[in-house]
């Protein structure tokens, strides 16, 4: 199986270094970080990513909520928040985007993994599911 590709959304730079060089070992590619909301969109389209691992609180305009909305909507990446904000009101808000998963700062390397693998899983399963439907209401044989 390929190794699958995260983009990195993290404002403070030593932070996403860190988050990448863990994701590197885990074996993951990283394609790219983004440090705002809206380069975090940018670089989600550009590199093709498998999930986009999103901080909440972002330089700029947007924030990560807003963000993961966004690349949710448009491009149909799932998004994995990975913030120290864990406050109700925070939570509710990311819950409306549908988030694959909300791990708090600081976490452990195995949550992160662990999670991330929870999170392809599941978006390759509903993938091959809504293929799975489209054959059939195309009238083409499912496999």
């Avoid at 389209?45 to 993961?68: H, P, Q, R, W």
């Avoid at 990975?82 to 700062?105: Q, W």
Wanted: glycine residues 4%; charged residues 35%.
């Amino acid at each position: 199986m390929k190794k699958a590709k995260i983009l990195v959304v993290e404002d403070q730079n030593i932070v996403a270094l860190n988050i990448r060089n863990k994701l590197k070992n885990l074996g993951y590619t990283v394609p790219g970080t983004a440090s705002t909301g809206e380069e975090a969109i940018r670089k989600a389209e550009l590199t093709n990513a498998d999930l986009v691992l999103m901080d909440i609180m972002l330089k700029g305009e947007m924030d990560g909520i807003e963000a993961a909305r966004e690349i949710k909507s448009r491009l149909r990446i799932p998004v994995l928040y990975l913030t120290a904000y864990t406050d109700d009101e925070t939570l509710e808000r990311a819950k409306t985007t549908e988030p694959a998963g909300y791990i708090s700062k600081p976490f452990k390397e195995e949550d992160l993994h662990s999670n991330i693998e929870m999170a392809l899983h599941k978006h390759r399963a509903e993938k091959k599911e809504a293929e799975k439907e489209a054959e059939k209401e195309s009238g083409k044989p499912t496999e």
